[in-house]
T-cell receptor
């Protein structure tokens, strides 16, 4: 079975600064997907960024980028130029390649942004 | 309406009650999911309906019963729940079997069992 671990229950960052959220996972498979989801106080999970395991290039989406280390089974999220609206719970998630969207989630990291 | 809509947003029920959670998706997807988000555990997949097949997490108690009458609607029927079932229940949908698809989530139903 796959497991996803987020070792930082809470993080804080100053507005306009950069913060990195950590995620490690365990799997015996070679093909899979990794995701970062954001959950603001509205409770709706919103996809931030996705990484395909077969791609060596790290995914980027505007101010969000990942550091994907497949051998180390590490998948961290970097948020640049942090904004007040980035404050939320962030969840790392794993999905097998051909298993629909049956996601395995980490425990989450609460990100606080200080003005 | 767009996206994934869940009703009610909040629900308080006694342990002897029977209630149902509703989820509706307006995205034309063919797969729907129930996830449980409790305070002390990571989000946990409960049930999946995909391509008219049902997949369930074997650890989910039988007091939770899903129903998917069509690809746009998903229900979670609740009966004789326990206080530890209090949680946020999230519904999601996706288009399968596209490997590049992502799951879209609703805003959840906050359930409190008293």
């Amino acid at each position: 079975a796959q497991t996803v671990t987020q070792s930082q229950p809470e993080m804080s960052v100053q507005e306009a600064e950069t913060v990195t959220l950590s995620c490690t996972y365990d799997t015996s498979e070679s093909d899979y997907y990794l995701f970062w989801y954001k959950q603001p106080p509205s409770r709706q999970m919103i996809l931030v960024i996705r990484q395909e395991a077969y791609k060596q290039q790290n995914a980027t989406e505007n101010r969000f980028s990942v550091n994907f280390q497949k051998a180390a089974k590490s998948f961290s999220l970097k948020i640049s130029d942090s904004q007040l609206g980035d404050a939320a719970m962030y969840f790392c998630a794993y999905r097998r390649y051909n298993a629909g969207n049956m996601l395995t989630f980490g425990g989450g990291t609460r990100l606080m942004v200080k003005p | 309406e767009t996206g994934v809509t869940q009703t009610p947003r909040h629900l308080v029920m006694g342990m002897t009650n029977k209630k149902s959670l509703k989820c509706e998706q307006h995205l034309g997807h063919n797969a729907m999911y129930w996830y449980k988000q409790s305070a002390k555990k990571p989000l946990e997949l409960m049930f999946v309906y995909s391509l008219e097949e049902r997949v369930e997490n074997n650890s989910v108690p039988s007091r939770f019963s899903p129903e998917c009458p069509n690809s746009s609607h998903l229900f979670l029927h609740l009966h004789t729940l326990q206080p530890e079932d209090s949680a946020l229940y999230l519904c999601a949908s996706s288009q399968e079997p596209r490997v590049t698809t992502e799951a879209f989530f609703g805003q959840g139903t906050r359930l409190t069992v008293v």
